[in-house]
């Protein structure tokens, strides 16, 4: 039987079970403040059950006892569900609803460049950030220095200042406790025989108290990495070839 010839009070439901797993997905993802979810979930279970049993009182007049019986027992399901979930947000200690109240601050402030990260966090952080840019990236914090290496198809010189100053303005402007910071550049050569291979094409070194000074919006991308020390491999052109 295709999904729209299901009875109805059954579309509703499926909707409803898919509507409260989401929630509960997204609350766990976002790691959503639990109070304010138990309630918004309290309130949107109880608005959705009136609709299911008003739904369920209409088909109940037009149907059999078997789909009557059904349909009785979607409104006792969606009901056990959201007085579970109250009495669940009841059984926390005072303490409990501190605790994860400052937790969630704690994640907030983290999470908008507010408050340090500790080291694993550092790290896992920063690959966050950067993966969209490099492939195959590896991050990992030595003596207080963060070492990024990830590898970007045929480098110029050009694109090796624009992704310095991109990287810099991203990782100094959003954590708090950024360290100094090497960004190891792998890129593609052709050697004289046109075989292609890849290699150390640049190495950026950020430094903290440089980075945090600057001004991201005046400057182009030429003067920001001016700022830094960047090895170029010789070989690199300065600009896309023609």
Same mark, same amino acid.
């Given at each position: 039987?295709?999904?729209?010839? *299901?009875?109805?009070?059954?579309?509703?439901?499926?909707?409803? @079970?898919?509507?409260?797993?989401?929630? %509960?997905?997204?609350?766990?993802?976002?790691?959503?403040?639990?109070?304010?979810?138990?309630?918004?979930?309290?309130?949107?279970?109880?608005?959705?059950?009136?609709?299911?049993?008003?739904?369920?009182?209409?088909?109940?007049?037009?149907?059999?006892?078997?789909?009557?019986?059904?349909?009785?027992?979607?409104?006792?399901?969606?009901?056990?569900?959201?007085?579970?979930?109250?009495?669940?947000?009841?059984? %926390?200690?005072?303490?409990? %609803?501190?605790?994860?109240?400052?937790? *969630?601050?704690?994640?907030?402030?983290?999470?908008?460049?507010?408050?340090?990260?500790?080291?694993?966090?550092?790290?896992?952080?920063?690959?966050?950030?950067?993966?969209?840019?490099?492939?195959?990236?590896?991050?990992?914090?030595?003596?207080?220095?963060?070492?990024?290496?990830?590898?970007?198809?045929?480098?110029?010189?050009?694109?090796?200042?624009?992704?310095?100053?991109?990287?810099?303005?991203?990782?100094?402007?959003?954590?708090?406790?950024?360290?100094?910071? @090497?960004? @190891?550049?792998?890129?593609?050569?052709?050697?004289?025989?046109?075989?292609?291979? *890849?290699?150390?094409?640049? %190495?950026?070194?950020?430094?903290?108290?440089?980075?945090?000074?600057?001004?991201?919006?005046?400057?182009?991308?030429?003067? @920001?990495?001016?700022?830094?020390?960047? *090895?170029?491999?010789?070989?690199?052109?300065?600009?896309?070839?023609?």
């Amino acid at each position: 039987m295709k999904f729209k010839q *299901w009875p109805k009070f059954a579309r509703v439901l499926f909707y409803i @079970v898919v509507l409260v797993i989401s929630a %509960r997905l997204i609350g766990t993802v976002i790691k959503l403040n639990p109070p304010v979810f138990v309630l918004l979930f309290t309130l949107t279970s109880i608005f959705c059950l009136i609709g299911v049993i008003k739904g369920n009182l209409r088909f109940i007049k037009l149907n059999t006892r078997k789909h009557t019986l059904i349909a009785l027992a979607s409104s006792v399901l969606l009901g056990s569900i959201s007085i579970g979930t109250m009495a669940t947000s009841n059984t %926390r200690t005072p303490e409990e %609803r501190q605790a994860l109240a400052e937790a *969630w601050e704690l994640t907030k402030a983290k999470n908008s460049g507010q408050a340090d990260l500790t080291d694993d966090e550092l790290v896992e952080r920063v690959k966050n950030d950067l993966k969209w840019k490099l492939d195959e990236i590896e991050v990992t914090l030595e003596k207080n220095e963060i070492i990024v290496t990830g590898k970007m198809k045929d480098l110029t010189v050009k694109q090796v200042q624009m992704e310095a100053s991109s990287i810099a303005e991203k990782l100094y402007s959003g954590i708090k406790n950024m360290p100094n910071c @090497v960004i @190891v550049l792998n890129s593609t050569f052709l050697d004289k025989y046109g075989n292609q291979s *890849w290699g150390e094409a640049a %190495r950026i070194t950020i430094e903290r108290e440089t980075a945090v000074k600057i001004n991201y919006d005046k400057l182009n991308s030429e003067q @920001v990495a001016s700022l830094f020390t960047i *090895w170029y491999h010789p070989t690199m052109p300065k600009s896309v070839l023609n």
